[in-house]
T-cell receptor, first 116, second 113 residues
Framework: GAVVSQHPSRVICKSGTSVKIECRSL??????MFWYRQFPKQSLMLMAT?????????EQGVEKDKFLINHASLTLSTLTVTSAHPEDSSFYIC????????????FGPGTRLTVT | RKEVEQDPGPFNVPEGATVAFNCTYS??????FFWYRQDCRKEPKLLMS???SGNEDGRFTAQLNRASQYISLLIRDSKLSDSATYLC??????????????FGQGTILTVHP
């Protein structure tokens, strides 16, 4: 149980283009999903918290107009990196909390973004 | 001071060894505590939750000391497959941080034959 999928697993895009990453909870409903970014040899950094049916809450320093988050249902959240730049190249990971569950989060397999 | 601090290691131990990881957290109001493991270039996976009474899952034992704001993970009879980065993770207590997890920088474990 508690499986989270993420698509795509790897993407290479050109500078200035936009990339959409999908995060799905496959066998449970998630009130809240989270988006993280991880640079090499660093820990996960929370970018934003996504609640179904409401606007995402962004962490300090994360541009909401650049990282668009949509949480349309209890099983799907999307992150769109707009006008990507090489410095946006990173490992993006989503996670989900089970509706009426504890505080543990279950992570998707991550998306490795490379912007050329 | 970092919110969650871990010894980054690396720890290099032979198979069968017992190894212990420590973690401290700064927010005394933190409510929930976890150990995750992360393999290279993979996502974190929940290893176990940590309870005040201490809890054990097979070869893994986790302890929480709220007074000292200290969490530990003990791995007995290490296997090669235990090689990974172990993340100490703390849940924020409330307010705008409700539900958020804060990750330590991770402790790298390498188990060798």
């Amino acid at each position: 149980g508690a499986v989270v999928s993420q698509h795509p697993s790897r993407v290479i895009c050109k500078s200035g283009t936009s990339v959409k990453i999908e995060c799905r909870s496959l066998d449970f409903q998630a009130t809240t999903m989270f988006w993280y970014r991880q640079f090499p040899k660093q820990s996960l950094m929370l970018m934003a918290t996504s609640n179904e049916g409401s606007k995402a809450t962004y962490e300090q320093g994360v541009e909401k107009d650049k990282f668009l988050i949509n949480h349309a249902s209890l099983t799907l959240s999307t992150l769109t990196v707009t006008s990507a730049h090489p410095e946006d190249s990173s490992f993006y990971i989503c996670s989900a909390r089970i509706l009426a569950g504890g505080f543990e989060q279950y992570f998707g397999p991550g998306t490795r973004l490379t912007v050329t | 001071r970092k919110e969650v601090e871990q010894d980054p290691g690396p720890f290099n131990v032979p198979e069968g060894a017992t190894v212990a990881f420590n973690c401290t957290y700064s927010n005394s109001a933190s409510q929930s505590f976890f150990w995750y493991r992360q393999d290279c270039r993979k996502e974190p996976k929940l290893l176990m939750s940590v309870y005040s009474s201490g809890n054990e899952d097979g070869r893994f034992t986790a302890q929480l000391n709220r007074a000292s704001q200290y969490i530990s993970l003990l791995i007995r009879d290490s296997k090669l497959s235990d090689s990974a980065t172990y993340l100490c993770v703390v849940n924020h207590a409330g307010g705008t941080s409700y539900g958020k997890l804060t990750f330590g920088q991770g402790t790298i474990l390498t188990v060798h034959p």
